[in-house]
C-alpha cells in the first residue's frame, strides 16, 4: 500500500503551484497532464517506501513549454 506525501499549494491568476515534500525521495516522477491531472510517485525513507500522489485540477492545464529539468525543481 502507498502513502501519501505531503504537498503545498499556492496559486496566481495564471498560475499553480505545487511543492512534493518528501526529502531523501528516489525514483521520482511528476506528470502534469492537460486535462489538469498533476500525478507524483517515488519511493522514500530506510524501507524505500511507495509514496503516490494524484490531484485532479478544477480545470485543464497548458503544458508547453514544460521541461522536465526546470519545472520539476
Given amino acids: 500500500m502507498s502513502r501519501h506525501p505531503e504537498v503545498k499549494?499556492?496559486?496566481?491568476?495564471?498560475?499553480?503551484?505545487?511543492t512534493v515534500l518528501l526529502p531523501d525521495s528516489k525514483n521520482a516522477k511528476v506528470n502534469l497532464e492537460p486535462e489538469g491531472v498533476f500525478t507524483?510517485?517515488?519511493?522514500?525513507?530506510?524501507?524505500?517506501?511507495?509514496?503516490?500522489?494524484?490531484?485532479?485540477?478544477?480545470?485543464?492545464v497548458n503544458v508547453e513549454g514544460l521541461d522536465d529539468d526546470d519545472q520539476w525543481m
Fill in 40 to 60: 507524483f510517485s517515488a519511493a522514500a525513507g530506510a524501507d524505500n517506501n511507495l509514496y503516490e500522489l494524484k490531484l485532479d485540477l478544477h480545470d485543464k
Fill in 9 to 18: 499549494w499556492a496559486q496566481r491568476a495564471d498560475r499553480v503551484y505545487l
